[in-house]
């Protein structure tokens, strides 16, 4: 849609910001407005960014090729190639980023609380938005790919992926509800989302015709377009 500018990079990872970012922080400007309003939009951005770097930072570990982090409209996304199919490996790096949040929530509400200093009781509140809105089980969102990878111990990443995809709808359908009301931001998510979702499915459809059944532990990659099984993690 829109070329990302490159920011930098931090610990290793190239950091993007999609111009579309910028209208998201417009959101937020407008909503909080004057200085309050720049506060919560510098914080937001480096709230989202810690997210992300926790996703990437796991994913690193397990070997996975994590070609940048990218700030968007709808948050941010930490760009990942060969995710494992194993789903413990997928449960830990879909859980890392709302892991980061939770932790700045509960030091930021808490030491806000104690030393009644309001700026850290904003952080605090920030990250829990981001993680709560982030655990919602609407694959590709983390708390989809949480639900996913835990069902895929029983079933497989294919039917695993399959079941999510029917719960990201109905959660898609919430918020595209939910944004008729008032919420237009949720409003402008959920056709994304809708896309997003199918191509989850489509994905895992084509792992399955490459010859992954989802289950036991082996890399997919994106070669020329189609997806291949190359190795086994
Ligand atoms: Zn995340």
Redesign the pocket.
């Known amino acids: 849609m829109f070329k990302p500018w490159r920011l930098g990079a931090w610990m290793g990872f190239p950091i993007d910001v999609n111009p579309s970012f910028l209208l998201l922080l417009a959101f937020v400007f407008i909503a909080f407005g004057g200085l309050a309003g720049v506060m919560v939009v510098g914080l937001s951005f480096a709230s989202v960014l810690l997210?992300?770097l926790g996703?990437a930072v796991v994913a690193r570990r397990f070997g996975v090729r994590v070609s940048g982090i990218e700030l968007g409209f709808f948050g941010?996304a930490a760009k990942m190639d060969g995710m494992p199919r194993a789903p413990g490996r997928e449960l830990a790096i879909?859980a890392a980023?709302?892991a980061v949040s939770l932790a700045l929530a509960a030091i930021g509400i808490g030491l806000g609380a104690v030393t009644h200093v309001s700026l850290l009781g904003l952080i605090g509140w920030i990250n829990l938005v981001i993680a709560g809105f982030?655990l919602i089980p609407a694959l590709p969102m983390?708390g989809g790919r949480i639900l996913r990878a835990l069902l895929a111990y029983r079933m497989g990443h294919v039917r695993a992926t399959e079941a999510a995809v029917k719960v990201a709808r109905v959660a898609t359908i919430g918020f595209a509800v939910i944004g008729l009301m008032g919420a237009y931001q949720l409003l402008m998510l959920a056709p994304f989302l809708w896309m997003m979702t199918t191509r989850e499915q489509q994905m895992a459809r084509a792992e399955a015709a490459a010859g992954g059944t989802g289950r036991g532990r082996y890399v997919v990659r994106q070669v020329d377009g189609r997806y291949v099984i190359v190795d086994v993690a």
């Open positions: 997210h992300e996703h941010g879909a980023g709302p982030n983390d």
